[in-house]
């Protein structure tokens, strides 16, 4: 592993360091003088393709996502969709930047974060040094600025609440979704960013593995995304009146700029520019094909019909699943986890809300969660321990039933964590200012009622 993105580490410390998680999964543990050497500037190879890969991630949202679903949707909540994935974007990055950031990524303690870098304090003040993450015995040194950092993590941070919206579409309050994203952005998402890719969290020193986001993204918005759907009820019409998509084509042009910007989510994750970042790429372009494949054979066999809807769908369930072990495993796992995921995307858009009786409108729940899910475990079961080694851990961290069972804790302690305070914070918005529109809003359309605008 090429990567000189963490410099020194004490013995003791070597432990949690061993089983990191991305982005801080990907470093490099290197001798301290190193650290000394390479500290007067910034790599800028590893800074090019960092800068790159956050404009990759920034546009899976705007327009990938919001194509996605406002493609997904009938043609009188086609402007509302878009709008909830444009405005999120900016929402979430102001969030971000005041506190969200420093939640996620403050010093704080196991849990969370804490408020010293608010409003990004003493970022900026070192915009053209390399900078440091934690401290003490852990601290891990950094070749890219903090700047570049910031800006990656603002790209996750935008994308995971928008994510969850998929579940709520045509009959969530924009109002009600503004307030939520505020709070659940400050008190869900930074939270678990720093449980797993904070040196201080304790995912982290669980060793629990997360290469970008199975846990703190997938898992996280798919989840919260089941619990808003069981809470607002199911749309008007569902079961009698015409729910087909207005526009597929918007949704196939979104999935593939999606799919596209994952290279950034995935490789970018490994901070550097180096094999790592090349492994990631190749599996996850191998994951999203045979999710793909998984998909539309299922559906070929059981409905009779390949569907555009079901191979765009099952594209973004391999993806997904690949997401948290993009940087662990070779191309036959990642082949294997595509195609697992393409099932059970699938199952989990089909059979599983069908016998639970929610309406996850547009399967945020069942592609992201539950891939997201499936992910996560199964990295536990494929990761390479040579394409893990560092230092530290010359033999890698290896797929094992112990670190299987790690990675089950994990997904359950985030599934938990997130489910009982996204039902808070909705419970209170619910009480406050109510979440669902009116049955004649929602009958209207949201783009009228919400907006007072029309497609044309």
């Known amino acids: 592993m090429e990567m000189r993105m963490m410099r020194a580490i004490a013995p003791q410390a070597r432990g949690a360091a061993a089983m990191l998680s991305a982005p801080l999964a990907t470093l490099l543990l290197a001798d301290p003088a190193l650290a000394q050497d390479a500290a007067a500037a910034p790599d800028t190879g590893d800074t090019a393709w960092m800068l790159t890969s956050t404009a990759l991630v920034l546009m899976m949202t705007i327009p990938g996502l919001a194509l996605f679903y406002a493609g997904m949707v009938r043609k009188k909540n086609v402007l509302a969709t878009l709008m909830q994935s444009f405005f999120l974007a900016a929402l979430a990055s102001v969030i971000w930047m005041v506190a969200g950031y420093s939640l996620a990524f403050g010093e704080g303690g196991a849990y969370v974060g804490d408020l010293s870098k608010m409003f990004l304090s003493g970022v900026a003040e070192n915009w053209a040094a390399p900078f440091t993450l934690g401290s003490g015995d852990a601290a891990v040194a950094f070749t890219i600025p903090e700047t570049v950092f910031v800006m990656f993590q603002m ?20 109002s009600a979704l503004v307030v939520f994203t505020i709070f659940w952005s400050l008190l869900v998402y930074s939270p678990v960013a720093h449980w797993v890719w904070h040196p201080n969290g304790w995912i982290f020193a669980l060793g629990a593995l997360d290469f970008a986001g199975g ?36 949704a196939v042009i979104g999935a593939a700029l999606l799919w596209v910007g994952w290279f950034g989510f995935n490789a970018g994750s490994a901070g550097a520019a180096g094999g790592r970042a090349g492994m990631a790429m190749l599996v996850t372009q191998v994951a999203g094909a045979a999710g793909v494949l998984a998909w539309v054979f299922a559906e070929w066999i059981i409905k009779g019909k390949p569907s555009v809807l079901g191979a765009i769908s099952g594209a973004v369930a391999g993806l997904v699943a690949i997401t948290p072990a993009a940087g662990f495993v070779l191309p036959f796992p990642a082949l294997v986890i595509g195609l697992i995921a393409g099932l059970s995307g699938f199952w989990g858009a089909t059979a599983l809300k069908h016998w639970c009786g929610y309406d996850d409108s547009l399967d945020a729940f ?27 851990a010359p033999d890698g961290i290896a797929g094992s039933f112990a670190q299987f069972m790690l990675q089950v804790y994990a997904v359950a302690a985030t599934f938990a964590f997130t489910a009982i305070a996204t039902f808070i914070i909705l419970k209170v918005i619910d009480l406050v200012m109510g979440l669902r529109v009116t049955e004649e809003e929602e009958r209207e359309g949201l783009d009228v009622s919400l907006h007072g605008e029309r497609l044309g």
């Open 366 to 392: 069942g592609v992201h969660g539950v891939c997201g899910i499936a992910g996560a475990l199964l990295t536990g079961i494929f990761a390479y321990g040579p394409l893990s080694a560092t230092p530290a």
């Open 215 to 250: 846990t703190v993204v997938h898992i996280n918005a798919g989840v919260a995304g089941l619990v808003g759907a069981v809470m607002l009820g199911k749309r008007t019409g569902l079961g009698h009146d015409n729910m087909a998509p207005y526009n597929l084509a918007f």
């Open 155 to 174: 790209t996750f941070a935008i994308i995971t609440p928008a994510l969850a919206t998929g579940a709520w579409a045509d009959r969530i309050k924009f």
